[in-house]
Structures are given as structure tokens and as C-alpha cells.
């Protein structure tokens, strides 16, 4: 089956189009996805027949560094006997089996659990989105600009509007890693903050707005229509919630 990463965040990373942090968790995730890694390797190799023609420019550094780790991972330091890892793997199944029951017999501590390390993942990449250079891969306040640069690079329609007139104006888009999800983020400008407005599809049925804060930022998150939004600032949370309404009207 085809990974969700190799259809949004593999070529962006190929061409050099992804921070630092989203190309990170990229590189992450090559670790364990074989679809992504094969790609790559298949890109660096159309690259480098490329090499013969007018048309080559070099490959990043990291990408070689991320393949080569794949191709060549670390060996373990000492084999596993049989019985011991027999053993093991009976014990891990049990585990996983009392998780599972407790998981389903606690679906309001589940919904916490996702909230806390939702709010966690979303407030270190809006936090990292603010250093130099790492806002935006496409700085344009025109819908249409930041739509062309979208374009074929999500699996889903990303609402992409200017709020400019309501306050809150489009700065741009970029494509960002969330726990092991490539999300879609917005960016709003207030004139004393910035909005970063996560945006990624999801298979759960619609909720209402929750708000939230960690470490003085605030964040709202909601699902409509199988798309999950999360907006995140450190401005006012009558700021955030007056552009949730925008994004539902
Ligand atoms: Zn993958």
C-alpha cells in the first residue's frame, strides 16, 4: 500500500522544500517505511542518470545520510537466543492485550491522552515555525498562489482562504510533520502574533471546538467533513476562536 508520506512530504523533502524540523521528522520516518525509502532511492538514482545531462543539480547531503542508514541500519550488537526471544515475544503479546482492553474501556481518558499529545506535537512545530526561515514555503497573501503551490502535494482539499478583510491575513503555507502525520499548515497574521493553522484529514466523525493552552500557547482543535483543524498562538484565545468561525462559516 502507498504511504501517506510519499504522496505529500517525499518529493518536497527530495527537492529541499521542507524545514528543518518537518525535513527531521521525514527522515524519521524513512527509518521504518520501506515504500518511502524505495522511493528515494529511486529518485536519487533518476538523479543521478540526470547527472549526464545538462539538467543535474546535486542531491542534499542528508538525503544520502538518511538512505545510506536505511540501506546499511545497525547491525545488533548480540543475537537474541531462541527460547529468550520466544519469551519475549509472548510477554510483549500480553501486554499489548491488557493495552488494548484498557484502551477500549477508557474512551474518555483516550480522547485526553490524544489531546495532550496532540497539543504537545502542534505547540513545538508552531514554537519552531517562528524562528527565521521556517514560517512558510510559500509566502503569498494570494489564495491562489498558495493553492498552486498545494497543489498535488496533499491527499485531500486543504480550504485555503485569505481572512484579511476580517483581520486575520494570509501569510502563506507550508508542509510540517505532527507525530507521525504530514499536516498542511496555514499562516495568519495579526499585528501582534502569528497563527498557525494545522490542517490534516482524518477518519473520525465531527467534533466541536476544544480549547486549550500549554507553556502560554493556546490551541483549538475541531474535525469537519473528515478533515481535523488545529489553530495555535500565543495571542489572545478570543483571537482563536474568532478564526475557528471563519474557517466554519
Ligand atoms: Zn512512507
Known sequence: MKCNFADTLLQCYFDGELSGRAAAGF??????????????VD????????????LYKPAPASLRRTINAYIHPVAPSKAVSQPL??????????????GIVLWKASPGLRSDD?????????????????????????SSNDEQDVKGWFKGKLTFALPIRDFANDGFALQGGRLDVVGERS?????????????????WPTRERDTSPRVGSRQDYQWIDWRKGKIEFCIV?????ADLQ??????TK
Open 27 to 40: 527522515e524519521r520516518h524513512v527509518q521504518h517505511c520501506a515504500h518511502c525509502a524505495t522511493e528515494l
Open 43 to 54: 529518485l536519487d538514482l533518476l538523479r543521478g542518470s540526470l547527472q549526464l545531462t545538462q
Open 85 to 98: 526471544l520466544w519469551h519475549w515475544l509472548a510477554a510483549a503479546a500480553a501486554m499489548l492485550l491488557i
Open 114 to 138: 490524544y489531546q495532550a499529545e496532540l497539543a504537545g506535537e502542534i505547540v513545538d512545530a508552531h514554537v519552531y515555525s517562528l524562528l527565521p526561515g521556517h514560517l512558510t514555503s510559500t
Open 183 to 199: 499536516v498542511a499548515v496555514l499562516v495568519y497574521a495579526r499585528p501582534e502574533h502569528l497563527i498557525n493553522v494545522f490542517i
Open 233 to 237: 498562538s500565543d495571542g489572545p484565545t
Open 242 to 247: 474568532q478564526l475557528q468561525r471563519l474557517f
